[in-house]
Antibody
Framework: EVQLVESGGGLVRPGGSLRLSCAAS????????LSWVRQAPGKGLEWVGR??????????DYAAPVKGRFTISRDDSKNTVYLQMNSLKTEDTGIYYC??????WGQGTLVTVSS | QSVLTQPPSASGTPGQRVTISCSGG????????VYWSQQLPGTAPKLLIS???QRPSGVPDRFSGSKSGTSASLAISGLRSEDEADYYC???????????FGGGTKVTVL
C-alpha cells in the first residue's frame, strides 16, 4: 500500500522555523520526484516546491512566495523528504501536504504561524 | 498568475455526466502532463488522474481525463452523491518552473 505520512507541524511565531517530514512507503522512493503543497484555511491548493530524484539530478524548484526561505531535501536511506521552513510569516499558515504526483498525496500536517 | 483556469462550480443529478475544464497555455498543459485530484470535504486530496488520462489503482472508471492542446478535462460519468467534492487540475510550467494548480471546481450533486 502506498503511503505518505507527514509530521512536524505545529504552532510557531512569525520569524520562527519549523521542519516538516514526509515518510514514504509502498513505492520506489529513490526514483520519485516529491512535492510539497499547502492549503490555507478555506483556500485552494498552492504548490510550494519539489525535489527530483538523485538519478535525475536531485535538484529543487520553489514557488516564488517561499523561495529563499524554504528548503526541500531528501534522505533516500530513510525514504523521507523534508521541508525546512525559515523566516515564517502568518501567510504561511495552512495544511502542508507531501505529494508524489503520479502516486499519492499524504494526509497533511497543520502549520500555524501566529504570535 | 500561477493558476490554471477552472470553473468555480459544476453540478448534476445522480447518474448524469459532468465535465470539468482546465485551461492553460503552451508552457504548461500544452507541453506537460495534467493531473487531477479530488478533495472531499475536510479531507486530504486524493489523486484521481495521472499523466493526462491514467487512473491510479482503486479509482473507479467513472472518472476519466483527456487533453487537447492547452486545455484538459475531467469527466465524471454516472454521478453519485459521494462525488460531491472539490476537484483540482495541475501541470508543470516550463517557463515559470513551477507546478501550477487550478483554482478548483466544486461539484454539487443535486
Amino acid at each position: 500500500e502506498v503511503q505518505l505520512v507527514e509530521s512536524g507541524g505545529g504552532l510557531v511565531r512569525p520569524g520562527g522555523s519549523l521542519r516538516l517530514s514526509c515518510a514514504a512507503s509502498g513505492f520506489t522512493f529513490n526514483d520519485a520526484w516529491l512535492s510539497w503543497v499547502r492549503q490555507a484555511p478555506g483556500k485552494g491548493l498552492e504548490w510550494v516546491g519539489r525535489i527530483k530524484s538523485k538519478s535525475t539530478g536531485g535538484t529543487t524548484d520553489y514557488a516564488a512566495p517561499v523561495k529563499g526561505r524554504f528548503t526541500i531535501s531528501r534522505d533516500d536511506s530513510k525514504n523521507t523528504v523534508y521541508l525546512q521552513m525559515n523566516s515564517l510569516k502568518t501567510e504561511d499558515t495552512g495544511i502542508y501536504y507531501c505529494l508524489e504526483m503520479t502516486v499519492s498525496w499524504g494526509q497533511g500536517t497543520l502549520v500555524t504561524v501566529s504570535s | 498568475q500561477s493558476v490554471l483556469t477552472q470553473p468555480p462550480s459544476a453540478s448534476g443529478t445522480p447518474g448524469q455526466r459532468v465535465t470539468i475544464s482546465c485551461s492553460g497555455g503552451s508552457s504548461n498543459i500544452g507541453s506537460n502532463n495534467v493531473y487531477w485530484s479530488q478533495q472531499l470535504p475536510g479531507t486530504a486530496p486524493k489523486l484521481l488522474i495521472s499523466r493526462d488520462n491514467q487512473r491510479p489503482s482503486g479509482v473507479p472508471d467513472r472518472f476519466s481525463g483527456s487533453k487537447s492542446g492547452t486545455s484538459a478535462s475531467l469527466a465524471i460519468s454516472g454521478l453519485r452523491s459521494e462525488d460531491e467534492a472539490d476537484y483540482y487540475c495541475a501541470a508543470w510550467d516550463d517557463r515559470l518552473r513551477i507546478v501550477m494548480f487550478g483554482g478548483g471546481t466544486k461539484v454539487t450533486v443535486l
